[in-house]
Nanobody
Framework: QVQLVESGGGLVQAGGSLRLSCAAS????????MGWFRQYPGKEREFVAA????????YYADSVKGRFTISRSNAKNMVYLQMNSLKPEDTAVYYC?????????????????????WGQGTQVTVSS
């Protein structure tokens, strides 16, 4: 059974940092791009960041560029999201995602339909 399990969320003051982790299991993930989405209450999920299967390419939403960094360890089946200079508007539930297919070496998706596997989400709350 494929599982993505997020951890590392919590409450932090504006300007602070958090590191989210995602543990993947149930199949080989080293040949899959992976990413992070977030969801505000009452809103649709939105793309945050993605990383290609090799880790050579990373992509970010404009709203987090320069503040967030996505990385991965294929040896550990882990994906990370380092979040710095957090803002109250970063408050959301964050989801780890992966597609079920291997795409080109630079592929990444920014829509929810591009990903087949989703974690249960972890809450990030940034206080002002």
């Amino acid at each position: 059974q494929v599982q993505l399990v997020e951890s590392g969320g919590g409450l932090v003051q504006a300007g602070g940092s958090l590191r989210l982790s995602c543990a993947a299991s149930g199949r080989t993930f080293s040949n899959l791009s992976m990413g992070w989405f977030r969801q505000y209450p009452g809103k649709e999920r939105e793309f945050v960041a993605a990383i290609t299967w090799s880790g050579a390419y990373a992509y970010y939403a404009d709203s987090v560029k320069g503040r967030f960094t996505i990385s991965r360890s294929n040896a550990k089946n882990m994906v990370y999201l380092q979040m710095n200079s957090l803002k109250p508007e970063d408050t959301a539930v964050y989801y780890c995602v992966a597609p079920s297919k291997t795409y080109s070496s630079r592929w990444y998706g920014t829509t929810t339909g591009a990903y087949d596997y989703w974690g249960q989400g972890t809450q990030v709350t940034v206080s002002s």
